[in-house]
């Protein structure tokens, strides 16, 4: 096979998770809990007991569904914490589909995220309709992705 014939896979290969050993971690970090990208909300340490290691208790919320979960681990063992990403893009179309027309700073185009069905959707619908240039946020972690937040980008003279 040429050089000029290889396509490519469209990853990088870098991983979703990376190692990090319990007590290390800390809150408003993240973890994977139960398979889900989560942020540690609450977290406490317990001490070393008479038959074992001290015990990390972790309270995490799924940073894309809100859900919460519950882990206890040994202090000296390792736990999953997800690659997490943020992005800006400027909003230049909501399609009829639901599907948002993104943009970035390099003008590359996204059109493969769909406008979220809650409140952060519902803002950014009406301030995109009412003509103004709205910038959002895309959270990314573990292969998923999510809008999580918009803004108005206010017009420069």
């Given at each position: 096979m040429a050089d000029d014939e290889y396509e490519g896979q469209g990853e990088s290969g870098a991983s979703?998770?990376?190692?990090?050993?319990?007590?290390?971690?800390?809150?408003?970090?993240y973890v994977v809990m139960k398979n889900r990208p989560c942020k540690i909300v609450e977290m406490s340490t317990s001490k070393t007991g008479?038959?074992?290691?001290?015990?990390?208790?972790l309270v995490g919320l799924d940073i894309f569904t809100g859900k919460k979960y519950e882990d206890?681990?040994?202090?000296?063992?390792?736990?999953?914490?997800?690659?997490?990403?943020?992005e800006d893009y400027q909003v230049n179309d909501i399609?009829?589909?639901?599907?948002l027309h993104l943009m970035n700073d390099n003008n590359g185009v996204r059109e493969?995220?769909?406008?979220?069905?809650?409140?952060?959707?519902?803002?950014?619908?009406?301030?995109?309709?009412?003509?103004?240039?709205?910038s959002v946020t895309v959270l990314s972690a573990m292969g998923e992705e999510m809008v999580i937040g918009s803004k108005v980008v206010p017009l420069t003279k």
């Open positions: 979703n998770t990376y190692p990090q050993q319990c007590s290390a971690l800390r809150k408003n970090g008479k038959h074992g290691h001290a015990k990390v208790h206890i681990c040994p202090s000296t063992h390792n736990m999953n914490v997800p690659n997490v990403n943020r399609q009829s589909d639901g599907y493969d995220l769909k406008l979220p069905e809650n409140d952060v959707g519902k803002e950014i619908r009406s301030k995109h309709e009412n003509g103004e240039i709205v």
